[in-house]
Nanobody, 119 residues
């Protein structure tokens, strides 16, 4: 089992910045990718940014140029630096971790952290 603990959410004014952190613990091996998703009220959960084991990153079009995903392997932590925040970035942000073996794969989610951007 893998546990994911997120931190760093909060209330910020439009144009401001926040950094989210997600620390993994437990059976951490065969990690294929880690990422951040978000879900606003009444909407589906969508990918915001992801980073693979080979450090390839991907971003939703809506956050390109404003958000940066990174990770610290020594700390088993992935970060999401969010800048130039907009009210439409308001959502619960979830950390995601995917493991993949030869004939198996698993996925884990954090508990979510609220990000609220005021106009």
């Amino acid at each position: 089992q893998v546990q994911l603990v997120e931190s760093g959410g909060g209330l910020v004014q439009a144009g401001g910045s926040l950094r989210l952190s997600c620390t993994a613990s437990g059976a951490i091996f065969s990690i294929e990718s880690m990422g951040w998703y978000r879900q606003a009220p009444g909407k589906q959960r969508d990918l915001v940014a992801g980073i693979t084991s080979g450090d390839t990153t991907s971003y939703a079009d809506s956050v390109k140029g404003r958000f940066t995903i990174s990770r610290d392997n020594a700390k088993n932590t992935v970060y999401l630096q969010m800048s130039s925040l907009k009210p439409e970035d308001t959502a619960v942000y979830y950390c995601n971790l995917r493991q993949r073996g030869r004939q198996w794969d698993k996925e884990y989610w954090g508990q979510g952290t609220q990000v609220t951007v005021s106009s």
